[in-house]
């Protein structure tokens, strides 16, 4: 990785040119934001244009000038190829966020009934069913999992010896937000699954970053998020809920469709009016993904972001919070340097070299993510960095 050359290197300058950062700037905070290639941004804008200049042509006759009424059945279907499912399976949400109300508040559960979560998780995977517990009596156990995970077979055990006879649910991140360690999501679903324990895994951090098969992972439901990894405009997301299960599931946002027992997809994709520039814009960052081809993407994030993470051990007094197995990691790296803190080593990657990582605060310092539009020289130049910080401690 370090000699990257030839047409590799040419390949990946000129995907990066594709994208409307500024090169004088690292970016590497897709954890929380992505950023948009041009033709997304430029699909956006020329329907949010039209929709400001010519909104008298629209007839009602065809198709919406809107979102959040219609199934946008082509756009669902891509997500459905992306993710290996149904059509039907798929509803389009505002984010990650929705997905987790949408299944927490979805389901019929009874006081006493058990819902098992890590510690680990982001607000957006866990805010619903902490409401769910104070307001309908469920019980939510979040589950204590090591800082880096020591192996997926810790995780699997310690889901394995937790679950009791008034477990409902399983909810687990499918790549933890604060340390970037993969989970062994199918092994807990099978698990679950023998039981009769409802599946729901957070993909806000996985979907145009690694494989996502939903049907492989054996999942019940799945969430995410396209404004990070897959480099849609914010304000787009999705759910997937297997057919088999989807009648479990009450409908939360109810509008016109929101009994719709043959598409449950499109039951939950109700929202009333919304933004239809975001979809095109969701449509366009579909077709970017699979034009470059969702392999060749997530092998060089992974590729990228095990470069950093061997290059970080040679900073003097580097704390790494990911797991080092290539199986566990990919492009989410969280870090520290001991006697330092998250803010401090952001704002001094930004001020000497223009490098914009996330500060994850005291302890755990900072979140680097690595996407294709990041080169090995500017983790080369964020080594540096450290390295300087290290010595001047
Ligand atoms: C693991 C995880 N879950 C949920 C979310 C919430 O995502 P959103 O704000 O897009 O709903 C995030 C956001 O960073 C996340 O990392």
């Known amino acids: 990785m370090v000699n990257e050359i030839g047409q590799e290197k040419e390949f990946w300058d000129r995907v990066r040119a594709e994208f409307m950062l500024d090169p004088q700037l690292s970016f590497f905070n897709t954890g929380t934001l992505g950023a948009m290639p041009r033709r997304v941004f430029e699909r956006t804008v020329h329907h949010l244009r039209l929709t400001a200049e010519k909104i008298a042509e629209w007839d009602y006759y065809g198709a919406d000038w809107i979102s959040g009424y219609q199934p946008w059945t082509e756009i669902r279907e891509k997500i459905a190829r992306l993710l290996n499912c149904q059509v039907k399976e798929i509803a389009l949400t505002e984010n ?110 996985t979907v145009g970053h690694i494989k996502v098969d939903v049907k492989d992972l054996g999942c019940d439901a799945y969430y995410g998020s396209f404004h990070k990894w897959l ?95 290539p199986q566990q990691a990919a492009g989410i790296t969280v870090y520290n340097i001991e006697g330092l803190t998250g803010n401090f080593i952001q704002d001094e990657l930004w001020k000497r070299a223009k ?7 005291e302890v755990y310092g900072v979140r680097q993510s690595t996407h294709i539009y990041n080169s090995p020289e500017e983790i080369d130049r964020t080594i540096e960095v450290l390295k300087t910080l290290a010595a001047s401690r």
Request: hydrophobic letters at 35%.
């Open 355 to 361: 490098i914009r990582p996330r500060s994850m605060g």
């Open 96 to 205: 990650a966020t929705a997905g987790m109300n949408y299944i927490a508040n979805g389901l019929d559960l009874q006081p006493g009934d058990e819902v098992l979560g890590t510690d680990q998780e982001h607000p957006g995977g866990e805010s619903g069913w902490k409401l769910a517990a104070e307001r309908r009596g469920v019980i939510y156990r979040q589950l204590a999992l090591s800082k880096p995970v020591k192996s997926p077979e810790e995780v699997i055990e310690i889901f394995v010896r937790a679950r009791g006879p008034k477990t409902r649910v399983v909810t687990i991140p499918h790549l933890v937000t604060g340390s970037g360690a993969i989970l062994p999501v199918r092994e807990i679903c099978a698990e679950a699954r023998k039981h009769g324990v409802f599946t729901v895994i957070d993909g806000a951090q």
């Open 231 to 325: 480099c849609a405009p914010a304000g787009n997301g999705f759910l997937y809920l297997s057919t088999e299960k989807a009648p479990q599931v009450w409908t939360t946002l109810a509008s016109t469709q929101w009994d719709n027992q043959e598409d449950h997809g499109f039951r939950l994709s109700q929202r009333g009016t919304g933004n239809l520039s975001l979809l095109m814009g969701l449509d366009e960052a579909l077709d970017f993904h699979f034009e470059l081809g969702p392999e060749r993407i997530y092998s060089r994030i992974k590729q990228l972001g095990d470069y950093l993470r061997i290059r970080l051990q040679e900073v003097p007094g580097i704390k790494i919070f990911t797991p080092l197995h």
